[in-house]
């Protein structure tokens, strides 16, 4: 169906395969001039996506595509097991906490029956397309799970956020109630967990790497890639969650500052997606 | 115009060329963004010529008579009507902006004196009636000429109205607001063939419209998933079939189309045919997927085929083979090697249209540089023509144009890097009957014709 469609090959029978042969390096591209164009691609992906230009007046369709591409180099990066992968991945979801105010009113889903008359005065007041952050790029009126709060939405958000920015302070984190419900995982079958140990992560690697570039925004997760077809898929915010401890770490690794603050965005996050 | 002539529509041999016949639009170098043309479309017997532009407006220009002492120049086009359909609205919840760009228009087929049209801008569809009214009442008893009321007490006999010629006045009156009932852009509206319902498409729903009802429509296809980040697929262009009322299409932008029928379910959740072509693995790059997108779909007239325009090609598929199209055309190959440049400056995005001639014997479509191309399928020749103002004398015949591609540039060819991106065609209209072509060139309308020789 929809959503998940892969496009079939030639050859149906080669899908372990696909990723060896690299596109371009067909033609004869060397495998340098290949990593080269891949960056160059990767890094006006991004731009489009989150850069200053870009934004509201990006149409879904362009951004599906251009987080398609995003999510095949992330593909890629992540086959080849290079640090290229990690740092993509762990593109800092800033710009969560940064565009909250633009965060749009999100109204309550038209009921998800399967054959339904759309009431004129309801449908079309749904949420726009201008919020930078990925979830709620692409999910102008996603229908919200039952949530306890009988307050709209978005004010609700506004308040839990108002509750988090002023103090990064881990009391504070730690007296608040902890999230109504973990973000559901994408369906990938190999968690993040153990993606983090088959590089054998440490804090040498995130001071090498100049993520500046990419502080524009946080990376799109690429998580609906089909796990039949496709190699298991790492999402930016299952990383933030395991480098804050938020689900397989120890309490004491929370004491870090560093990581707590991952850990409110991961909140923050979470709250404005409203999962 | 007869039939036979319309299955050769291609220069050399003894066939005819085609040659220009008028350009409108200003001629200045500065283009007003809201002048520029965002569609165009023929009605049902090609009298009248729609376009819609960025700012709005929708233009009609009518087929006049050929006249009598120049036998050999048939008839023009000329304005007929001109009204703002959509002006820009502001969303104050959402704080969006609503562009009053044009982004299609359909017409309806003709049933009295009066034309009807659908236009639609990325949220709001409109019906438009077209009118015309060459007399007037005169001779009212309670109201003077200019329309005041007049003083009792000097009305003292009864007159019957009469009927006055006047000059002729074409009006546009809304009649219909199709609103509220997408939260995406819409970027297809078809009307169908029971002539009473319309579908409307945005990127992930379409919708059913009764013509009369504008408090509601039908939700036909839904592909949002329950969670946004899953999203990989929207919908990019879909049409009704154009004789069978049940059946629709629409395409995706993973360069797949899909065939419902609307009488399996209420929901068409599961389509009854799916057209994709394998991908070759070999010219496979980042770009794959936005150069497969599909930007149009259109029915053959006869209802057998239907064409699918992507970034690169116009496919033909026949209805009943789905497993690859019957006919591949490439449109501009030559920019495979500049899809990266392409993709930079977001030309690659861009949405090209394609239209059948009225026998379905020839194919158009636009590329770069004002370039459009011509495809005839039983010859399989193709060819390139340029809307420029620099051949815009009257009856001036087409140059076929020819891009370079790699090696040694011949004489009178171009070369790929010298083409102009921002000069693009995106909208062209076929007329249903006769060889006439209208050409949307930025904020410039081009009609050719056929030379008959």
């Known amino acids: 169906m929809l959503g998940n469609g892969v496009k079939r090959k030639l050859d149906d029978g080669e899908d372990g395969l696909e990723e060896v042969v690299r596109p371009l390096a067909v033609g004869g591209m060397s495998q340098a001039s290949f990593t080269l164009q891949r960056q160059t691609v990767l890094n006006m992906s991004l731009?489009?996506?989150?850069?200053?230009?870009?934004?509201?007046?990006?149409?879904?369709?362009?951004?599906?595509?251009?987080?398609?591409?995003?999510?095949?180099?992330?593909?890629?990066?992540?086959?080849?097991?290079?640090?290229g992968a990690f740092f993509f991945s762990a593109a800092p979801p800033v710009a969560a906490a940064a565009t909250c105010e633009d965060e749009s009113y999100r109204q309550p889903p038209p009921p998800p029956s399967s054959f339904s008359i759309l009431p004129s005065s309801l449908s079309g007041l749904t949420a726009l397309d201008s919020c930078l952050t990925p979830a709620s790029l692409l999910e102008e009126d996603m229908p919200m799970p039952p949530s306890p709060s009988p307050k709209d939405s978005f004010s609700s958000a506004l308040e839990e956020i108002e509750e988090l920015c002023p103090s990064s302070s881990l009391e504070s984190r730690l007296e608040k109630p902890p999230p109504p419900a973990p973000p559901p995982l994408p369906?990938?079958?190999?968690?993040?967990?153990?993606?983090?140990?088959?590089?054998?992560?440490?804090?040498?690697?995130?001071?090498?790497?100049?993520?500046?570039?990419?502080?524009?925004?946080?990376?799109?997760?690429?998580?609906?890639?089909?796990?039949?077809?496709?190699?298991?898929?790492?999402?930016?915010?299952d990383l933030v969650r395991t480098m804050s401890g938020y689900g397989s770490a120890g309490p004491g690794a929370q004491n870090q500052p560093f990581k707590m603050d991952l850990a409110e965005l991961d909140h923050i996050m979470e709250v404005l997606v409203g999962s | 115009m007869d039939g036979a002539r319309m299955w050769h529509v291609f220069a050399g041999g003894n066939d005819f060329q085609w040659c220009?016949?008028?350009?409108?639009?200003?001629?200045?170098?500065?283009?007003?963004?809201?002048?520029?043309?965002?569609?165009v479309e023929f009605n049902y017997s090609g009298e009248l010529l729609a376009t819609g532009d960025k700012g709005g407006r929708v233009v009609i220009f009518q087929h006049e008579q050929e006249s009598k002492n120049r036998p050999h120049l048939r008839g023009e086009y000329n304005v007929y009507s001109t009204f703002q359909s959509h002006e820009p609205e502001f969303d104050y919840l959402k704080s969006l902006e609503i562009e009053e760009k044009i982004n299609k228009i359909r017409w309806l087929p003709q049933q009295n004196a009066a034309h009807f049209l659908l236009s639609t801008n990325d949220k709001t569809i409109k019906l438009w009636k077209i009118s015309e009214r060459d007399k007037r009442a005169e001779g009212y008893n309670l109201k003077d000429e200019d329309g005041r009321l007049r003083d009792p007490f000097r009305i003292t006999s009864l007159r019957v109205p009469v009927l006055m010629p006047m000059d002729l006045m074409v009006e546009a009156s809304p009649r219909r607001i199709f609103a509220n009932a997408h939260t995406y852009h819409i970027n297809s509206i078809s009307?169908?063939?029971?002539?009473?319902?319309?579908?409307?498409?945005?990127?992930?729903?379409?919708?059913?419209w009764h013509l009369e009802i504008t408090d509601r429509s039908f939700n036909i296809v839904d592909i949002k998933p329950a969670n946004m980040e899953e999203l990989t697929e929207v919908i990019t262009a879909a049409e009704c079939h154009p004789h069978q009322c049940n059946v629709f299409v629409y395409s995706s932008s993973k360069g797949t189309i899909r065939l419902c029928d609307m009488r399996?379910?209420?929901?068409?959740?599961?389509h009854s045919k799916f057209f994709?072509?394998?991908?070759?693995?070999?010219?496979r790059s980042f770009f794959s997927e936005i150069?497969?997108?599909?930007?149009?779909?259109?029915?053959?007239?006869?209802?057998?085929?239907?064409?699918?325009?992507?970034?690169?090609?116009?496919?033909?598929?026949?209805?009943?083979?789905?497993?690859?199209?019957?006919?591949?055309?490439?449109?501009?190959?030559?920019?495979r090697s500049k899809l990266c440049s392409l993709y930079e400056n977001d030309c690659i995005f861009d949405k090209f249209e394609c239209c059948w001639n009225g026998s379905d014997s020839a194919i158009m479509t636009g590329s770069y540089n004002n370039f459009f191309r011509m495809f005839d399928r039983n010859t399989r020749r193709d060819i390139t023509l340029e809307a420029s103002r620099e051949s815009s004398k009257p009856r001036a015949t087409l140059k076929p144009r020819k891009v370079s591609t790699g090696g040694k540039r011949k004489k009178d060819e171009i070369s790929v890097d010298s083409l102009d991106f921002n000069k693009k065609i995106l909208h062209t209209a076929w007329h249903p009957k006769d060889n006439v072509i209208a050409v949307a060139a930025t904020n410039n309308l081009y009609i050719f014709q056929d030379k008959i020789n």
């Not at chain 1, 200053?52 to 180099?73: C, E, K, S, W, Y």
């Not at chain 2, 200003?26 to 283009?31: G, R």
């Open chain 2, 264 to 270: 399996a379910a209420a929901l068409c959740d599961r």
């Open chain 2, 291 to 335: 150069i497969s997108s599909i930007s149009d779909v259109k029915f053959s007239h006869s209802g057998r085929y239907m064409m699918t325009r992507d970034y690169l090609s116009v496919k033909v598929w026949d209805l009943n083979m789905e497993n690859r199209p019957v006919e591949t055309y490439q449109v501009h190959e030559y920019l």
């Open chain 2, 191 to 208: 009307v169908n063939s029971d002539h009473e319902t319309y579908l409307s498409a945005d990127d992930l729903r379409i919708n059913l």
């Open chain 1, 187 to 237: 369906p990938s079958p190999s968690s993040a967990g153990s993606f983090l140990t088959d590089f054998a992560l440490d804090d040498v690697l995130f001071t090498d790497i100049d993520t500046s570039m990419y502080d524009l925004g946080p990376c799109p997760a690429p998580s609906g890639a089909p796990p039949s077809k496709m190699a298991p898929v790492m999402m930016a915010d």
């Open chain 2, 20 to 39: 220009f016949s008028q350009v409108k639009g200003a001629i200045d170098e500065d283009v007003a963004e809201a002048d520029i043309i965002s569609t």
């Open chain 1, 47 to 83: 731009m489009k996506l989150y850069g200053p230009r870009m934004g509201a007046d990006l149409g879904l369709q362009r951004r599906v595509l251009i987080n398609n591409i995003i999510r095949r180099i992330h593909d890629d990066f992540r086959q080849e097991g290079g640090v």
């Open chain 2, 276 to 283: 994709e072509e394998p991908e070759d693995p070999s010219s």
